[in-house]
Structure formats: structure tokens, C-alpha cells
């Protein structure tokens, strides 16, 4: 089993369009190669997606996901700005590398409950979706992929550990910005020290 995410990352409405048009794509391309694929979380938007979050699982996993990690380039006008120039939309298809260890199952409320859509009987009669909460940084995640409690609560950690690890390198990345920024503070008067040559 492998996660991958289609990210859409800074770019404009139109890279969330794409973001949709990759997934639809990806979806064709894994049926036609034997890979089931599963949509674990996504952030809709009016013209597409921010980013989707795949669960991937078959025969030669790695190696179809490799065809698809990096820079996915699509060529449109944009129906969004029908005037606008651009014509190349770019989105970003990775595959979700876990390098922290997975939380303990005492630092997770896992909340069982009825998962909802397609599924016939099964998904209407048993309690198998997991609800599962963070209790540190109030992370929340809702699984319902799999058929039984146990697989859901497995991925369930696996989605928050992925959370935990995106919010531990945005605050990196932010943290070296605002460094970054002093740079350009410096006051050139008002010294609160002063010394003349050595």
C-alpha cells in the first residue's frame, strides 16, 4: 500500500482544475494496470482540488507510482479567464515518504462510526469507518476505505502521521523564512551598543 498526494501547491484556480484532471487520469491509468486506487482525503474547490490524498494498492505498486511522481505539465486555455495568456498548468504528484514513526494508539481517539456513499449493504449496516483524533495537535482525520475497523485505524495513523510530518515541515519552512526576514530589519540607527575600531 502506498499514499500519494496531487497537489495543486500555490498555484492558481486553474492548477486545481488540473489538480482534477490528474486524478481522473490516474484513475484510468491504475485500473487499466491492475491498481486499486482510493481516495482518502481531498480539499474541494469550486474548480477543482487544492489536493488529494490516494491510497494505492496492488502488483507492481512502486513501479507504476514512479511513472506518476514529479511535475504533471497540462496545456489548456483557462476556462476560468477565458482572456488569460497562460496555457501551462503545472501540479505536483508525490508519494507521501513517512519519515517520523507512526503515533501510539494511547495518543489517538479512535470513535467508530457508520461509513456513508457507495458500497451496497455493507457500508449501511456495520460500524467501520474510524473517526480518529490527535489529542496533542487535535489532528482529525475520517477513514472509510477499508471494510473492517482495524485497516481503518491503521491508515487512519498513517494520515495523521502524514499531518503531523506536513505541519512539522511547514513550521521549518516558516521558521527559516522569518530568519530569513531579519535580514532585512537591521535598524542602520538607534544603536543600542557602539564601538569604534580595534
Same mark, same amino acid.
Given at each position: @500500500? ?5 497537489? +495543486?501547491? #500555490?498555484? !492558481?484556480?486553474?492548477?486545481?482544475? =488540473? ?6 487520469? @490516474? ?16 480539499? %474541494? ?9 490516494? #491510497? ?8 507504476? =507510482? ?6 504533471? #505539465? *497540462?496545456? $489548456? ?11 501551462? *498548468? $503545472? ?8 519519515? @517520523? %514513526?507512526? %503515533? ?29 483524533? /490527535?489529542? +496533542? ?8 476505505? &477499508?471494510?473492517? #475497523? ?5 491508515? =487512519?495513523? &498513517? ?10 515541515? @511547514?513550521?521549518? =519552512? ?8 531579519? /535580514? ?6 538607534? !544603536?543600542?551598543?557602539?564601538?569604534? %575600531?580595534?
Amino acid at each position: @500500500m502506498l499514499l500519494i498526494q496531487i497537489t +495543486a501547491a #500555490q498555484g !492558481p484556480a486553474e492548477c486545481e482544475l =488540473a489538480v482534477k484532471y490528474t486524478l481522473q487520469k @490516474m484513475l484510468s491509468d491504475a485500473k487499466s494496470n491492475g491498481i486499486r486506487l482510493d481516495v482518502v482525503e481531498a480539499f %474541494p474547490t469550486q474548480h477543482g482540488y487544492l489536493s488529494i490524498v490516494l #491510497q494505492a494498492q496492488g502488483q507492481e505498486l512502486q513501479a507504476w =507510482a514512479e511513472t506518476w511522481c514529479g511535475s504533471i #505539465q *497540462w496545456v $489548456f486555455q483557462s476556462k476560468i479567464r477565458p482572456h488569460h495568456k497562460r496555457k501551462n *498548468w $503545472f501540479v505536483g504528484v508525490s508519494q507521501c515518504v513517512l519519515t @517520523m %514513526p507512526l %503515533p501510539q494508539d494511547d495518543s489517538i481517539v479512535f470513535q467508530a462510526c457508520r461509513a456513508s456513499g457507495s458500497g451496497g449493504q455493507h457500508v449501511n449496516t456495520t460500524d467501520s469507518a474510524i473517526h480518529a483524533t /490527535h489529542i +496533542a495537535s487535535g489532528i482529525s482525520v475520517k477513514v472509510m476505505n &477499508e471494510r473492517s #475497523q482495524y485497516a481503518n485505524k491503521k491508515l =487512519a495513523r &498513517e494520515l495523521i502521521a502524514l499531518k503531523l510530518q506536513q505541519r512539522l515541515q @511547514m513550521q521549518v =519552512a516558516q521558521d527559516k523564512h522569518s530568519r530569513h526576514q531579519q /535580514h532585512g530589519q537591521l535598524e542602520r540607527g538607534n !544603536p543600542i551598543r557602539s564601538y569604534g %575600531p580595534f
